[in-house]
């Protein structure tokens, strides 16, 4: 059975730093190209970073180019992003999701506030 566990949200001041947790069961992640999407109250849900099947190939909204860094580690079957320089627009609810299937998982809220 996939299931996908998001954490590693929170409150943090703008400038502040997060790194949130992907964790896997069910297939193995490295295996699969995978996403993590945002949706902030009353917006749709945005595509925030990708990364290839093997990590070979990232890519990144263009508003968290240089701030976020999208990673697996096969070892713990676990996707990351770590967002640095966190501005209150970032703030969201932060999905993982494997590219092309409809595996989700139950989100994790970040919010960016002084």
């Known amino acids: 059975q996939v299931q996908l566990v998001e954490s590693g949200g929170g409150l943090v001041q703008p400038g502040g730093s997060l790194r949130l947790s992907c964790a896997a069961s069910?297939?193995?992640?490295?295996?699969?190209?995978m996403n993590w999407y945002r949706q902030a109250a009353g917006k749709e849900r945005e595509l925030v970073a990708t990364?290839?099947?093997?990590?070979?190939?990232?890519d990144y909204l263009d508003s968290v180019k240089g701030r976020f860094t999208i990673s697996t580690d096969g070892a713990t079957n676990t996707m990351y992003l770590q967002m640095v320089s966190l501005k209150p627009e970032d703030s969201a609810v932060y999905y993982c999701?494997?590219?092309?299937?409809?595996?989700w998982g139950q989100g994790t809220q970040v919010t960016v506030s002084s």
């Open positions: 999701n494997v590219r092309n299937y409809n595996f």
């Open positions: 069910g297939f193995t992640i490295s295996s699969y190209a």
């Open positions: 990364i290839s099947r093997g990590g070979g190939s990232t």
